[in-house]
T-cell receptor, first 112, second 112 residues
Framework: KAGVTQTPRYLIKTRGQQVTLSCSPI?????VSWYQQTPGQGLQFLFE???????NKGNFPGRFSGRQFSNSRSEMNVSTLELGDSALYLC???????????FGPGTRLLVL | KQEVTQIPAALSVPEGENLVLNCSFT??????LQWFRQDPGKGLTSLLL?????REQTSGRLNASLDKSSGRSTLYIAASQPGDSATYLC???????????FGTGTKLQVIP
């Protein structure tokens, strides 16, 4: 089976712009979680989607949003980008009922 | 709020040594703990998942133990190799709304 894929792998944006990141889970996985990783804060949970519904949400401002499609692919959107949004954004998928998460390679976002 | 700490933050050892990485968590009401490795600029790779009912799990040269009562887990790496160089993260599902809380990570360098 193909692993979790994320696109794009690298992205450069300027402050105030918005960005959309995409994540395709492993086939058959219906749960997709998003994480932000920065040197200062480490790995932090953003949100989780299951069957097109947001099931859990981390402590991030409303500028961070996401959605999941019927094929389980998920997108994450960040509006009005700030310099502090520069990070590695990771998504992970898992099977229903399983705690094991499989991570994608991440999208590295740089906000200038 | 669950807090997860990993000690040491960085470790450098000569090839062939056995080593132990530590993970401490504040809320012992967990139902599993997972160890990951992350290579520079890459996503996370799941190494071992220990259910709360288990005391340890083994995979090849890796052995992870879990002591819920003391809030600790250890990852033992036998006969370390340069390919083991990476950052190792432990993760626990906390209470509340978040999916997973990650530790601060231990950056391991195995010197040939």
């Amino acid at each position: 089976k193909a692993g979790v894929t994320q696109t794009p792998r690298y992205l450069i944006k300027t402050r105030g712009q918005q960005v959309t990141l995409s994540c395709s889970p492993i086939s058959g996985h219906r749960s997709v979680s998003w994480y932000q990783q920065t040197p200062g804060q480490g790995l932090q949970f953003l949100f989780e989607y299951f069957s097109e519904t947001q099931r859990n949400k981390g402590n991030f401002p409303g500028r961070f949003s996401g959605r999941q499609f019927s094929n389980s692919r998920s997108e994450m959107n960040v509006s009005t980008l700030e310099l502090g949004d520069s990070a590695l954004y990771l998504c992970a998928s898992s099977l229903e009922g399983s705690e094991t998460q499989y991570f994608g390679p991440g999208t590295r976002l740089l906000v200038l | 709020k669950q807090e997860v700490t990993q000690i040491p933050a960085a470790l450098s050892v000569p090839e062939g040594e056995n080593l132990v990485l530590n993970c401490s968590f504040t809320d012992s009401a967990i139902y599993n703990l997972q160890w990951f490795r992350q290579d520079p600029g890459k996503g996370l790779t799941s190494l071992l998942l220990i259910q709360s009912s288990q005391r340890e799990q083994t995979s090849g040269r890796l052995n992870a133990s879990l002591d819920k009562s003391s809030g600790r887990s250890t990852l033992y790496i036998a006969a370390s190799q340069p390919g083991d160089s990476a950052t190792y993260l432990c993760a626990v599902p906390p209470g509340g709304y978040q999916k997973v809380t990650f530790g601060t990570g231990t950056k391991l360098q195995v010197i040939p």
